[in-house]
């Protein structure tokens, strides 16, 4: 079973940030990064296929597609591929956002 975590601002006191990330300034920060792109569905394909409805920012990582979505003022990853940490570290930085697990 894989670990999930979210990029939030929801443990921060309140200063110059919002608590929440909107989905505008997601879009925006996304956007400026050449390895990401916007998807409102992500499909899973496997023995059977499976879509997915929501705000996602696709991370292409070699030839493996990773989403991140912005669900609810947060923005959730799966730690399944490793690469995903230092990665999620970054964004969560630049953005003045904590990590979580959960």
């Given amino acids: ?9 929801a443990l921060q006191e309140n200063g110059d940030s ?3 990330m ?3 300034e997601c879009k925006q920060y996304f956007a400026s990064q050449p390895d990401f792109a916007y998807s409102s569905v992500f499909t899973v ?3 059977t296929t499976m879509s ?10 070699g030839d493996t597609k990773i989403p991140f979505r912005h669900y609810q003022g ?3 990853v799966s730690g399944t591929n490793e690469a995903v940490i ?3 570290l970054e964004i969560a930085s630049e953005l003045r956002a904590d990590v979580v697990e959960g």
């Fill in 1 to 9: 079973m894989s670990q999930r975590y979210r990029i939030t601002r």
């Fill in 18 to 20: 919002a608590q929440t």
């Fill in 22 to 24: 909107s989905l505008e």
């Fill in 45 to 47: 394909t496997g023995a």
């Fill in 52 to 61: 997915i409805e929501g705000d996602f920012f696709m991370w292409s990582y």
């Fill in 74 to 76: 947060d923005i959730y």
């Fill in 86 to 88: 230092p990665r999620m």
